[in-house]
């Protein structure tokens, strides 16, 4: 059988371009099933499953749909079109999907690709690939494309733009149908001991050190950056059942679940490892941070904080006091439900690369708060064991110990 593609656009308003796309793909080899989630008027070129074939068993018929208000039409398609998706990729009949689109597409198609499994070929054709993408990609591993001019007509650009985008596909459909099933049977081998990590810039190089000894020790290691998605990402593996234990040393997302920083992982980041009953070791790395964003556009209300110029698209800001104290009572309220051994690690020396004398972020009180309500939320839970090490989190072994507790934790020598 030849790989099948699904192509999800807006046939109302895109449908020339759509089947521009669709007929370079099938002259490549491969199959190309597209649907319309259009919620305008009746489109004058017809795709494979339009509107109504969506609506089908459902409560609500495509003139009800097209009679709504637009913002809520879009709401109810997306639901309608995640729903299909997930029956066609259920049931085999999906090498990758793919989708064009603007505003309304783009969240269309991408709220039923991120419910898709990771490694499925997930590419997206979209106006709005060079802005903020954070709302449409989340923790999803979807490549988004960006159109270059609108999708609107066939002409010199967009022509181009549009054959590329087909080769990608067409690419990505021939790799899923020769590679996946490989992949996927790798990941889910239970016989595979994994292990997850946080890290960000500031915590790399004690990271890494832990890192390269739980390898030496027979364990794979993913390493996510904690910038919101990749916490999520973690959490998401770890409900999966593919990780048997976290070594979690970047805790900025905590930080920016409060202030509204960039990296913010939600109100449920730490819940994952406690309810599947694995062995964790948290550190508190980069408790210290919470990226906002590039200096020209930071709220007044940061702008007499301590700030650092991270980057030339992002700031960090240190946490105070208080912020500090309100991280170590989010994790008193996550741990005190720990089901499984849990080692609080935590370097009194300093919690980040920039978080030691004469440093920009140096600011030893702040840590204090957080290390002493740690202590006294959790000192009767019986699961949960402070360890605290005067080291810096870069000193000499401290990344190494760190591994060592969790190897320990998960009966490997």
Not at 3 to 8: A, E, G, K, S, Y
Not at 267 to 277: D, L, V, Y
Not at 278 to 301: F, N, R
Not at 350 to 378: K, V, W
Request: charged content about 25%; hydrophobic content about 45%; overall charge neutral.
């Amino acid at each position: 059988m030849k790989p099948r593609i699904l192509f999800i656009a807006t046939y109302d308003t895109k449908g020339e371009e759509s089947e521009y796309i669709r007929k370079t793909i099938r002259n490549q080899g491969v199959d190309c099933l597209t649907v319309d989630v259009g919620v305008g008027a009746p489109p004058s070129l017809a795709a494979d499953v339009g509107l109504a074939d969506l609506c089908s068993g459902g409560a609500r018929t495509a003139e009800d749909i097209r009679s709504m208000k637009r913002g809520e039409a879009i709401a109810e398609v997306s639901l309608l079109l995640e729903g299909y998706v997930r029956r066609q990729y259920s049931a085999g009949k999906v090498d990758a999907v793919i989708g064009i689109g603007g505003a309304g597409g783009t969240q269309i198609v991408t709220q039923a690709m991120r419910a898709l499994p990771f490694g499925l070929p997930k590419l997206m054709l979209s106006t709005l690939a060079s802005g903020n993408t954070r709302w449409y990609l989340q923790d999803s591993d979807i490549a988004l494309l960006p159109s270059i001019a609108d999708v609107a007509g066939l002409n010199g650009i967009t022509e181009l733009v549009f054959s590329r985008f087909a080769a990608y596909a067409v690419q990505g459909a021939f790799w899923h149908r020769q590679n996946f099933a490989a992949f996927r049977q790798r990941l889910e081998d239970r016989n595979i001991r994994r292990v997850a990590q946080t890290m960000y810039g500031t915590t790399t190089l004690g990271v890494s050190k832990a890192r390269r000894r739980l390898e030496a020790k027979g364990l794979e290691t993913l390493v996510f950056h904690a910038s919101g998605a990749g916490g999520r990402s973690m959490e998401n593996f770890i409900r999966d059942g593919i990780i048997h234990g976290v070594l979690d040393m970047t805790l900025a997302e905590i930080g920016a679940h409060f202030v509204g920083g960039l990296h913010d992982a939600g109100p449920e980041r730490m819940e994952a490892a406690i309810a599947a009953k694995i062995p964790q070791v948290i550190v508190p790395g980069a408790a210290d941070t919470i990226v906002l964003p590039p200096m020209s556009d930071l709220p007044d209300k940061f702008r007499r904080r301590t700030l650092n110029f991270h980057n030339p698209t992002m700031t960090t800001m240190r946490t105070n006091v208080e912020e500090c104290a309100a991280i170590g009572a989010f994790l008193v309220r996550k741990l005190r439900a720990a089901k499984a051994p849990v080692t609080l690690l935590l370097p009194l020396g300093g919690l980040s690369s920039i978080d030691r004398p004469g440093e920009i972020f140096y600011l030893p009180e702040a840590n204090e708060a957080l290390f002493a309500t740690l202590r006294d939320g959790l000192n009767d839970v019986p699961l949960v064991r402070i360890v605290e090490d005067r080291r810096h989190l870069y000193d000499e072994g401290f990344g190494e110990d760190a591994a060592d507790l969790l190897a320990a934790m998960m009966g490997i020598g």
